[in-house]
């Protein structure tokens, strides 16, 4: 649906992109995961056709570049500000963006109500959005991307500032939107969301694509072995190991436990591991 | 087209949305035109008169006379005072525009009337109003000229003014005598003339009559001229409207223009200036908060957006003049000489203020600074432009510099069908350049804005 190939962009002096190339297909969740500046929104915008890069091409849904107003009628953005009319009741903001991917009214009545009603937000329809929480307009955010049922969605931090029930929400939202084929590019930079929601991950870092694969591949390659912390009276031990369970039923024959904890590789780990960072650095 | 609608409907909603913004767009301007219509007019229809203290130190028969002249004087509010130095405080405080002192000895300067150099008044005017210098020293030659007037209505007045002029003569020394012959056989010429003038025929000046100063002067003079006696007079002048422009069947245009019908025009460009910086400012928001982001996105082009934006503030504007052109018709008896003029002016008005909308909203990195940006620049234009004071206060330099703003001549061109009755070949110029103006600024806009997006 999305093929993004050897892009590169450049401000000055400064790399943003730096020949980043990845795909997503139909019914998957693309996860790109990095720390802030790392070049994710960057990426999203030449997806979506707001840049253009120096070099690379993208090609979405086979058709064409995104720079063609008739490819961008495919694909929906949810940007990483909420990019709202404060004054407007939500469905007034969801009737003039439908009016612009060219529907009808009947058909951005029932598209609005339906979005509304997939994000929880039907009995605020009426209300101006300013009046709304965080976590609503982010909602709200979400619900623009679906109105003209576009086969690519692309979601930019969605979660970002939004408070855990919301955010449940949101990560729930991304499932269902998979599991009805659609193709969702996810960026973010929080670790347990991308584990959550992601079915390929693409760690990016200074413009580049460091590493790519599922949660549970990236972290056998790169997240390293587990680690067994075993605590007595009078000491603490650490024990890296590859089979944490035997380890561990090995190490609680020693008198004195008083507790044991295990710390799994994971994609935090996976970062650090490959860039000597943490990823909330 | 029903993207290019949707982005201008959006729009014209978030207007109607903001209070604030609609007040400025709508009321402000109405206030502002009702206002200083009302100031023009002073204040209940009546001409503004000029506030003149007079200090009359002679208080002979003569500067008894004068001053009651100047307070007969329709262009003068008079009020008298006995000494001079409160007179001259009175303007030194803005509590009155000039005094004039009538000094002592002024009376016995106005004898001989055909050899002096004339009786002599003070004059001092408040710095601020060097316009009413100008009106007062021709109202006090006029009012000297009327006292020469009425000297040959009277000849028994005008005999003892020469017999006075005479003695003078005799007295005067330093004159030659080519000089003094050639006085003296004038004065003997006038006396002849005046000794054929009956002494029965005494003219007074008619009162003004049931058809107004200007008819009575000429009954004056006629009647003078029966008895031989020109209405003597360096200049007479006529009034004629200027305003208007006599139609074919010879015919003036309709009612000459009351005050607010100047202030009118005015009121539409505060209304016009006040969409195109509340748009401008919007576009600079919905870049700023990342709503502009969505609509470049969607599978509209960009031209289509600006499109879009622009319309909002063209639909806008139009509805602005609509507005106060409809209540100055409707209460303040407004009228246009010429609907077709008037609403092409108004057209290429709104075009006009389309462009600098559109460049403004790019020049301004946030809306904090595309409101100082914004009231910066238009404020400027409707100074220079005469959009605050009038054009002709102004120094000639600065009336030269109002050229370039377009302020200028969109009051002209609106203008020219509220009141002056202009035709179709005195609109082309203003509306060619304020169509100039407005394409120059949308395209200049709309070429930074792509600059700025694709950096």
């Not at chain 1, 449940?168 to 930079?189: F, Q």
């Not at chain 2, 002096?116 to 060097?130: H, I, K, N, T, W």
Request: aromatic share 6%; with cysteine; hydrophobic share 45%.
């Amino acid at each position: 649906m999305l093929r993004i190939r050897n892009i590169h962009k450049s401000y000055g002096r400064v790399k943003a992109v730096d020949g980043v190339s990845l795909h997503v297909e139909n019914g998957e969740v693309l996860g790109l995961l990095g720390p802030n500046g790392a070049g994710k929104s960057t990426t999203i915008s030449i997806a979506v056709g707001l840049i253009l890069p120096d070099s690379g091409e993208v090609v979405v849904g086979g058709v064409g570049s995104p720079s063609e107003p008739a490819v961008r009628a495919m694909m929906g953005l949810a940007p990483q500000a909420v990019a709202l009319y404060d004054d407007l009741t939500a469905a007034e903001n969801l009737d003039c963006f439908g009016r612009l991917y060219g529907l009808d009214r009947s058909a951005r009545r029932s598209a609005a109500a339906s979005a509304l009603e997939r994000v929880g937000l039907s009995d605020r329809a009426r209300d101006r959005v300013k009046a709304y929480s965080g976590g609503m307009k982010r909602r709200l955010n979400l619900a623009t991307v679906l109105l003209h049922n576009p086969r690519l969605v692309l979601l930019d931090e969605p979660t970002a500032g939004v408070d855990p029930q919301s955010r449940s929400a949101i990560i729930e939202m991304v499932r269902s939107l998979r599991d009805e084929g659609r193709a969702v590019v996810y960026t973010t930079h929080y670790m347990e969301e991308a584990q959550r929601v992601c079915d390929r991950i693409e760690i990016v870092d200074h413009g580049r694509v460091i590493a790519s694969g599922s949660p549970d591949e990236l972290i056998g390659l790169h997240g390293g072995a587990s680690v067994i912390t075993i605590q007595t009276a009078d000491s603490e031990s650490r024990f890296e190991t590859d089979d944490p369970v035997s380890e561990l039923t090995l190490r609680l024959r020693d008198p004195g436990v008083m507790g044991v904890r295990i710390d799994r590789p994971d994609l935090e780990s996976v970062f650090l591991r490959l860039t000597g960072r943490s990823l909330r650095d | 087209m029903d993207a290019v609608w949707a982005i201008a409907s959006k729009d014209m909603r978030l207007l109607l949305r903001d209070r604030m913004g609609f007040f400025f767009a709508f009321f402000f301007p109405l206030i502002v035109a009702v206002f200083f219509g009302v100031i023009f007019s002073g204040g209940g229809g009546r001409t503004a008169r000029i506030d003149v203290v007079v200090a009359d130190l002679d208080g002979t028969d003569d500067s008894r006379a004068l001053v009651q002249q100047l307070a007969d004087d329709p262009q003068l509010a008079v009020e008298v005072v006995a000494d001079r130095e409160p007179a001259v405080a009175r303007v030194r405080a803005g509590k009155s525009t000039a005094v004039i002192v009538i000094p002592e000895g002024f009376g016995g300067k106005q004898s001989g009337l055909f050899f002096s150099m004339g009786a002599e008044v003070e004059l001092g005017v408040d710095p601020a109003r060097f316009a009413e210098r100008g009106m007062l020293e021709g109202l006090l030659i006029k009012h000297g000229f009327m006292r020469m007037q009425q000297s040959f209505r009277r000849p028994a007045l005008a005999r003892e003014e020469l017999k006075l002029s005479r003695d003078r003569l005799q007295r005067t020394e330093g004159i030659g005598p080519v000089q003094r012959l050639a006085l003296n056989r004038l004065f003997d010429d006038i006396e002849a003339f005046l000794a054929v003038l009956p002494e029965q025929v005494e003219l007074d000046p008619p009162d003004d009559g049931p058809e107004g100063p200007q008819a009575a002067s000429e009954d004056r003079g006629h009647a003078d001229l029966q008895s031989g006696i020109a209405a003597w007079q360096p200049m007479r002048i006529r009034s004629i409207d200027a305003t208007q422009r006599q139609s074919a069947d010879g015919q003036y245009g309709p009612r000459p223009p009351s005050s607010f019908a100047i202030t009118f025009p005015q009121g539409i460009i505060w209304g016009v200036m006040g969409c195109a910086l509340g748009f401008s400012i919007a576009m600079v928001g919905e870049r700023t908060h990342g709503t502009l982001l969505r609509l470049r996105v969607a599978p509209i082009t960009p031209w289509q957006i600006l499109a879009g934006k622009s319309l909002a503030c063209f639909l806008t504007t139009l509805a602005v003049a609509v507005f106060l052109i409809a209540i100055g018709a409707a209460v303040f008896d407004v009228r246009p000489t010429s609907w077709p003029i008037l609403a092409v002016a108004v057209v290429c008005t709104g075009l006009c203020f389309v462009g600098i909308m559109m460049l403004l909203a790019v020049l301004s990195p946030s809306e904090r600074s595309g409101n100082g940006l914004g009231w910066g620049v238009l404020l400027m234009l409707s100074m220079i432009g005469g959009g605050m004071l009038p054009l002709f206060f102004m120094p000639g330099w600065m009336r030269t510099l109002s050229v370039i703003s377009p302020i200028r001549w969109s009051i002209l061109a609106i203008e020219g069908g509220l009141w002056r009755n202009s035709n179709w070949g005195e609109l082309v110029l203003p509306c060619a350049i304020l169509l100039a103006i407005g394409a120059a600024g949308l395209l200049a806009g709309a070429h930074l804005l792509r600059r700025q997006e694709s950096a």
